[in-house]
């Protein structure tokens, strides 16, 4: 039994030492994604939906896009990369808590668009997490003053907010 762990050990360590350079590259990514959630790098923005009839706004889409950095230099690598991660659910309720709060701030500073809907995208994978609880959403809308009646959920197309 010991010559069994002996040989699985030594197995591992060559495992390790032919990957270290794909190893140390996730590693540095999920630091990486760590700084810019935990120091809020994240741009939040308000795109308004129109309507096809009047041109009137009669909702916003709330997209995050990550400060660029050398590992995620584009919005799309972070999604994917996140998309990919284990960290999916942890960053999307992340990332759907800042979406919320900065909205109703900017709700407080412009109360005409109170009563308009908002577009939050979420990614399919979220909803196959065994870890997913139902309900969270309703919690965050409640604690940032929003009305769930007012909130479309919209499924990705991609692994990107």
């Known amino acids: ?5 002996m040989i ?12 270290k350079d794909i190893l140390f590259q996730e590693f540095k990514r999920k630091e990486e994604l760590k700084v810019l959630l935990q120091a809020e790098k994240v741009i939040t923005v308000f795109q308004p939906i129109l309507s096809l009839e009047d041109g009137e706004t009669v909702g916003f889409e709330i997209l995050n896009r990550p400060q660029r950095t050398e590992l995620f230099p584009t919005v799309e690598n972070f999604y994917d990369y996140v998309g990919r991660s284990h960290n999916v659910l942890m960053v999307e309720r992340f990332l759907r ?8 701030e900017q709700i407080k500073s412009s109360p005409c668009h109170k009563d308009q809907l908002v577009f939050l995208n979420i990614q399919p994978q979220v909803l196959a997490d065994p870890t997913y609880q139902s309900g969270k959403t309703l919690e965050m809308l409640a604690i940032h003053n929003l009305s769930p009646d007012k909130v479309v959920l919209e499924l990705t197309e991609k692994g990107r907010d």
């Open 8 to 19: 699985n050990y030594i197995n591992f360590l060559g495992f390790l030492k032919s990957n």
């Open 97 to 104: 808590n800042l979406s919320l709060e900065r909205y109703s």
């Open 1 to 5: 039994m010991i010559k069994n762990l």
